[in-house]
């Protein structure tokens, strides 16, 4: 067993004070174990990542200020979902890996300082920084990452795991003393590293978890940042941790996160000052960042991105019409993407299948043009889309109903185009909006014909966007189950080499495609940001790079 030095901010704040590091870290492999070719995925060589410093001349102080949405979908964050929870409560909490804020595919030190990985790839023991605290003082051991993990592979009556396939590898999860973390998996899992450095990972604390049962009703972690004040509906609060464990962060005073619902609202909010930063979610428009940049001018930056973030429409399974795969399929074959991202996404998106492309995952685009509605003959696909409607029963269509969220703008124009797209084949829909509570609680139930779904593609290993978002049970099915899927999920998660592995996912990717799944599109997304702000740089998915450690504000 070798051990891995991870790299700490810590190890070079000491040195340049009031400078700011930005870790452009590189794996540097080292020999190889004795294992199979599988466990090359985490080789038992050392492994070192290795900074690159680049100091600028950082500068403490300010309040970085930024605007959601919506409100926090669940204080509890393994209850929690989406970029509206991410933004506000990731700063307050740490897990045992991060990614590195300027370049968020890289893997750095975080709770854990070093680990060690076994021959056969399938033990991990994690080495963690010692005297860190918890925001109500107490000291946060391996225990309480231990207890984290546990209670997400396996919650309590009355919590709901959201992301519990993302552990589904992990056989033990031990604690042999309050710094060490050993964690055994059942078979090799390509994607286990990059789920420890998920923002999603962080730990919350053991003894309040406990006493409550809940993180509900309390916002407390070990994070740069600690919550001041929650205002539902308004704003999020935090301020600087001044007992942070990493020696010279954070750099801010605080975070404050306001509820801003209308996205006009939210840019003049920008222009005016009153944020700094509209994150890729929720984002701007086309339109509306071009208006930006031309009064603002240098004052503000804007990035647009290919990002890791999909437009589905997701029929219900288990409810007619849609549970005919026949229906499924007609409403495929019936939308035009290519018009779809022209009008709705003013032309900033790609197409694409269930997986994004930018991570490697997708079928090729010559394959992707062979599904149901790629082609281009438009009238060809709706004349096959009447066709299967005909044959299901339905030869005049039906009537059902779109249910979108209200407080994304973007998406109920989303979903007026494909309102207009299916009323070429027959089918009227009306659409449904609703509040976020309400839509995520009929998300939940299955209560809904049809919804726009946002699947987010948050880790570059597929396993657990598959896991969590299309394997049977899952939370994003509305009902879809396929044997062979499953079996196929499950197989390609434990094959390290690539080649192999991307056959199965393009197999996997036909066959729901097949079964009547409906990606309309895969976004280029927009951040906007005062250009005061640094030390941060949007990321290809938006759960990266929410803590804000290095974030700074210059004068």
């Known amino acids: 067993m070798q051990e891995r030095k991870l790299w700490t901010p810590a190890s070079w704040l000491i040195v340049l004070s009031l400078f700011l590091a930005s870790c452009s870290a590189a794996v540097t492999p080292g020999p190889k174990g004795t294992g199979t070719k599988a466990a090359d995925v985490s080789p038992a060589g050392t492994q070192v990542l290795t900074p690159t410093p680049k100091p600028v001349a950082a500068r403490y102080g300010g309040i970085l200020t930024q605007a959601t949405e919506a409100d926090v979908s669940n204080l509890d964050l393994i209850q929690a979902t989406g970029g509206a ?92 003393d309050a710094n060490t973390l050993v964690i055994t998996l059942k078979r090799r899992d390509p994607a286990f590293l990059s789920v420890m450095a998920s923002g999603w990972m962080g730990v919350l604390p053991k003894h309040i978890i406990q006493e409550k049962g809940n993180m509900t009703k309390d916002v407390v972690g070990t994070g740069p940042f600690k919550l001041k004040n929650h205002t539902r509906g308004v704003s999020l609060r935090t301020v600087k941790n001044p007992d942070y464990f990493v020696r010279g962060l954070p750099y801010l005073d605080g975070i404050d996160t306001y509820v801003i619902p209308d996205q006009t609202v939210r840019t003049a909010a920008l222009r005016t000052g009153r944020i700094l930063l509209i994150r890729e979610i929720p984002g701007v428009t ?110 005049n269509g039906f009537k059902t109903s779109l249910s979108v969220q209200r407080e994304l703008g973007y998406t109920v124009i989303e979903m007026e185009f494909v309102k207009e797209e299916l009323k070429k084949i027959g089918i009227d829909a009306e659409l449904n909006l609703m509040e976020k509570a309400a839509f995520l609680a009929a998300r939940q139930t299955g209560g809904m014909d049809a919804v726009r779904d946002a699947p987010a593609q948050e880790l570059p290993d597929a396993t657990p966007f598959l896991k969590e978002r299309v394997i049977t049970g899952s939370s994003g099915t509305l009902g879809y189950s396929n044997p062979k899927v499953d079996e196929l999920i499950e197989r390609q998660s434990t094959i390290a080499d690539p080649s192999e592995r991307k056959k199965l996912l393009d197999e996997i990717s036909r066959t729901v495609l097949m079964d009547g799944w409906v990606s309309l599109w895969w976004y280029k997304k927009i951040a906007v940001y005062w250009a005061k702000v640094k030390g941060w740089k949007k990321p290809p998915q938006h759960f990266y790079s929410t803590r804000h450690a290095t974030t700074w504000l210059a004068e």
Do not use: C
């Open 286 to 395: 086309v339109t509306q960042s071009k208006t930006i940049r031309e009064a603002m001018g240098d004052k503000v930056v804007v990035e647009m991105t290919d990002h890791a973030l999909g437009s589905f429409l997701l029929m219900n399974f288990s409810r007619k019409p849609f549970s005919d795969p026949r229906v499924r399929l007609a409403v495929s074959w019936a939308i035009d993407r290519e018009l779809g991202m022209h009008l709705a996404a003013e032309g900033a998106a790609s197409t694409g299948g269930i997986l994004w492309r930018g991570w490697g995952n997708d079928l090729d685009p010559a394959e992707l043009a062979k599904m149901p509605g790629y082609g281009p003959d438009k009238e060809a696909n709706r004349a096959k889309a009447r066709s299967l409607l005909a044959a299901a029963g339905y030869p």
């Open 85 to 176: 929870t991410a933004n506000p409560l990731m700063p307050i909490y740490d897990s045992l890996l991060t990614t590195d804020p300027l370049e968020p595919l890289k893997i750095m030190a975080n709770l854990a300082k070093t680990y060690d990985v076994s021959t056969d790839g399938l033990r991990y023991t994690f080495h963690l920084h010692q005297d860190v605290k918890f925001h109500d003082g107490k000291t946060a051991t391996s225990e309480d990452v231990a207890f984290n993990m546990k209670r997400m592979a396996n919650p309590p009556q009355g919590t709901t795991s959201v992301r519990k396939s993302w552990l589904s590898a992990v056989d033990k999860i031990e604690s042999p």
